[in-house]
Nanobody
Framework: VQLQASGGGLVQAGDSLRLSCAASGRTFSIYNVGWFRQPPGKEREFVSAITWSGGNTYYADFVKGRFSISRNNAKNTVYLQMDSLKPEDTAVYYC???????????????????WGQGTQVTVSS
């Protein structure tokens, strides 16, 4: 699976962005997908995940109520809708895909087999 993350940019606090993770290669619909981010000078952290069917979604506490993950398997794409952005959301955002991931493992980057190249999100105050 090859993943391409896009949709990042420079926005002001309170604005919205929608990130996309487009997949090519193997059957994307059987993969769980996660979004992670790496703020400047910090380690990469979990943001959100969605199971292969789209039936279950998971969020880090710091994005609950502001971010929403969804997928369109017909388009081989997973989306991360980010609303009410804050300066602390500034980071490089990565999408990742993996197959056999338990619910508690979705939060861990080592659980994923494939990674996109990242897209920069910068939120100014």
């Amino acid at each position: 699976v090859q993943l391409q993350a896009s949709g990042g940019g420079l926005v002001q606090a309170g604005d919205s962005l929608r990130l996309s993770c487009a997949a090519s290669g193997r059957t994307f619909s059987i993969y769980n997908v996660g979004w992670f981010r790496q703020p400047p000078g910090k380690e990469r952290e979990f943001v959100s995940a969605i199971t292969w069917s789209g039936g279950n979604t998971y969020y880090a506490d710091f994005v609950k109520g502001r971010f929403s993950i969804s997928r369109n398997n017909a388009k081989n794409t997973v989306y991360l809708q980010m609303d009410s952005l804050k300066p602390e959301d500034t980071a490089v955002y990565y999408c990742a895909a993996g197959r056999m991931i338990g619910r508690n493992e979705l939060y861990t980057e080592n659980s994923y087999d494939y990674w996109g190249q990242g897209t920069q999100v910068t939120v100014s105050s």
